[in-house]
């Protein structure tokens, strides 16, 4: 059950026997990080526990706005839901695409949402003080766990064995910080523990960057061990599946310098063999919407099923809450609606008591999918009063409703009934829920992706071989019940296709447009795109985000990005 996986992941970075769940994410902000300001008083009498706590931090950044319920924020000056880790990063990278459309002029949004933002965008500026952030809370660890003797402490011979694993895992949590930093801003920031507490990062070139991620990467990979991490941690498949996306990219992030297709093959095939079972054998979950409902645990490392989610985020209505995550990507996508609407949802449906009815697709993406596909079966349409255009940018129903992360729970055998809709219905009768947050955990990478991400570096590389990429492709289709490909399907704009279909709202798809030349320019156009409801052309300088404003007044030593200024 959700509850014993997450006393689990909290009793192994929380102190053992002294915090409750409910309290062990508030505590964690009572946290010294200079050794110059503490004493051995300072971390009690359970220096190991503190430890712990502090590590647990690492992860509650990624997991949560603030320390104190989803009303809080660890950074001041910024909405606790719209400068939430992962939702931060979704405005960046699903809002300027073709595959979500946001309907309320918030400020800054609507600038991302048509493509035409500035240096002061303060969701740009949220998205940046959040990622380092998180990067500066994993520093401090490791500049902590790696000079206790500054503080006179010393620790168990089997604790130590603790440290170097936790050690490992604040790596890799940095690592997919500095990964988005890369991938968003280009030529970034950077520091590690090896900074004094305090001194100002240095800009590394987008190369630089790449080539220490790179680095860094493949020696987590080397050291992490095989063996399935705790339900809520990361693992061996979810460092490497980084990786391997990173590779992916490698053309972009070096300006044509590097070919990653050879090495984002090879460290898909590590992944792939370490995996079977669930559909086919293929490691894959039985049905596509179990991965985003409300008991998706089972799908998550250490969650005691096939763990196709190779790195996600847990999640849960009672004691993990937040305005970001899968409540963010729940309760934005859907209305409720009465008897005089022209069109019809019921937040209930889903497993909600909350509803915010303000992001929908855009026709561009609809248009991708075909009826026959699992993966937009709960999606509403005409027959529920939406249109698939987006006429009036403001209007919800102008567009199809996106209900993909839900709230409802898969039933204990499986069972699924499409007749009342695609939702679960173990008894006969839909079981009741509304909740006011999600307890769907949220995936960063999926071994669905690492089968595409085999194919595309096969059609645009020739890395692999064909027979296992047209295989991997069509155990992804299969699941979602449309055509197999043959050999001819095996093209850029197929594949491109297939991963937005399959990863929609995953965190993926600027990255994919732009790898494939389709974000900026006029190679492809969809609605609102710069700002025209038809689409239109924008400049090819956007493939990046500006350092924003706020950092250079803060830094002034750093470069903008070209595109956005003189400096």
Known sequence: ????????????????????????????????????????????????????????????????????????????????????????????????????????ADAGVIDLVTNTWGTNNANIFGTYSR?????????????????????????????????????????????????????????????????????????????????????????????????????GRVGKDGVEALLAR?????????????????????????????????????????????????NNEEYMPGGGGVNEILWGIPYDSEYIQSYGGTSFLSLAAFAQTDDESDYHMDMTDYGFNVQWACMHARKEFSDKFTDDDIRWSMWCKEDNGFIRENTVLSEFNNGYAVVKFTNLLKGTNGEWSAENGGIWDPSGTITARAEAFSDSDLPLIRLADVYLMYAEAFIMGGAGNQSDALRYVNYVRGRAGVAQWQAADLTADNILDERCRELYWELTRRSDLIRHNKFTGDNYLWSWKGYVAGGASIDSYRNLYPIPDDAIAAQPELQQNPGYGSR
Request: glycine letters at 10%; aromatic letters at 14%; proline letters at 3%.
């Open 246 to 294: 990173l590779y992916l990219n490698a053309g972009v992030y070096t300006d044509g310098a590097v070919d990653g297709y050879s090495l984002c093959s090879q460290h898909c095939a590590n992944i792939i063999s370490r995996h079977s079972g669930g559909y086919q054998g293929s490691g894959l979950a039985e049905h596509y919407l179990y991965l985003f409902c409300g």
């Open 131 to 231: 990622l380092y952030t998180h990067i500066s809370t994993c520093n401090d660890f490791l500049r902590l766990v790696n000079n206790l003797g500054d503080y006179g402490l010393s620790v168990s011979a089997d604790f130590q064995a603790t440290i170097d694993q936790y050690k490992l895992e604040a790596r890799a949590l940095r690592a997919m910080s500095y990964y988005w930093a890369l991938d968003l801003f280009g030529n970034a920031s950077f520091t590690d523990e090896t900074f004094s507490a305090g001194t100002n990062p240095v800009q590394y070139t987008r190369r630089e960057l790449y080539d220490w991620l790179a680095a860094e990467l493949e020696e987590l990979v080397a050291a992490f061990p095989d063996s399935t991490p705790i339900y």
């Open 1 to 104: 059950m959700k509850s014993s996986h997450i006393s689990r992941f909290f009793s192994v970075l929380c102190v053992a026997g002294t915090l409750s769940m409910s309290s062990c994410i508030g505590d964690l902000d009572r946290m010294p990080i200079d050794p110059n300001e503490n004493t051995t008083s300072s971390f009690g009498d359970d220096p190991e526990g503190y430890i712990s706590q502090i590590m647990a931090k690492c992860y509650s950044g990624m997991a949560v706005s603030g320390q104190d319920g989803a009303g809080s924020s660890d950074i001041s000056g910024l909405d606790n839901g719209t400068g939430f880790y992962s939702r931060a990063i979704y405005m960046l990278n699903e809002f300027p695409t073709d595959e979500t459309l946001w309907i309320w």
